[in-house]
């Protein structure tokens, strides 16, 4: 049982270009979250998703992109990084019916822009 | 604006000794307060969670104190390990995990 995984574990990108981190949960959860994590400023929520089909802005969304076309996956889409995108940045799932706050982490994925 | 505030932000102990890390909120409306723990290279994992409905719960060697009346709640780890060095994340949320915020982090060190 995988979890929640994600690719690329490391990254460094140009100012400008773009990419895509991929998630994936094999545990039919149906809601997934996208946060980063800053030193100093805890993890702050990007997007999330309730269903396939269904994805909704969280606290920091600028800058930003996501699908969600199955259970599965959730990859989030940078466009024209900047180095303020620099983070770690975490997916993650839940059970969707009783959402008692409990989050499965992937194990993060390191994002570098200069 | 910082949802959840969390203090301090670093902690040394040294082995068998107590670790205190306290969280305040101001939302009322907040139903849930986990906490997570995180090692170096990892992502967070669920440690504990209490309800505002009651005062304490314990599991194991770490315990959630909730004070509602002042907005504040507080992880006991007791009898520290050197295993439990890690940064712990205090959280709130009202209504389910897509409304979570989580505090600063505090990365705790115990010594052996």
């Known amino acids: 049982n995988a979890g929640v995984t994600q690719t690329p574990k490391f990254r460094i990108l140009k100012i400008g270009q773009s990419m895509t981190l991929q998630c994936a949960q094999d545990m039919n959860h149906n809601y997934m979250y996208w946060y980063r994590q800053d030193p100093g400023m805890g993890l702050k929520l990007i997007y999330y998703?309730?269903?396939?089909?269904?994805?909704d802005k969280g606290e920091v969304p600028n800058g930003y992109n996501v699908s969600r076309s199955t259970t599965e996956d959730f990859p989030l889409r940078l466009e024209l990084a900047a180095p303020s995108q620099t983070s770690v940045y975490f997916c993650a799932s839940s059970y969707g019916q009783k959402n008692t706050g409990e989050l499965f982490f992937g194990e993060g994925s390191r994002l570098t822009v200069l | 604006q910082q949802q959840v505030k969390q203090s301090p932000q670093s902690l040394i102990v040294q082995k068998g000794g107590i670790s205190i890390i306290n969280c305040a909120y101001e939302n009322t409306a907040f139903d849930y307060f986990p906490w997570y723990q995180q090692f170096p290279g990892k992502g967070p994992a669920l440690l504990i969670a209490?309800?505002?409905?009651?005062s304490e719960k314990k599991e194991g060697r770490f315990t959630i104190s909730f004070n509602k009346s002042a907005k504040q709640f507080s992880l006991h780890i007791m009898d520290s390990q050197p295993g439990d060095s890690a940064t712990y994340f205090c959280?709130?949320?009202?209504?389910?995990?897509?409304?979570?915020?989580f505090g600063t982090g505090t990365r705790l060190t115990v010594i052996p």
């Open positions: 959280a709130a949320t009202q209504g389910g995990a897509n409304n979570l915020f």
């Open positions: 209490i309800r505002p409905d009651v």
């Open positions: 998703s309730v269903g396939a089909g269904i994805t």
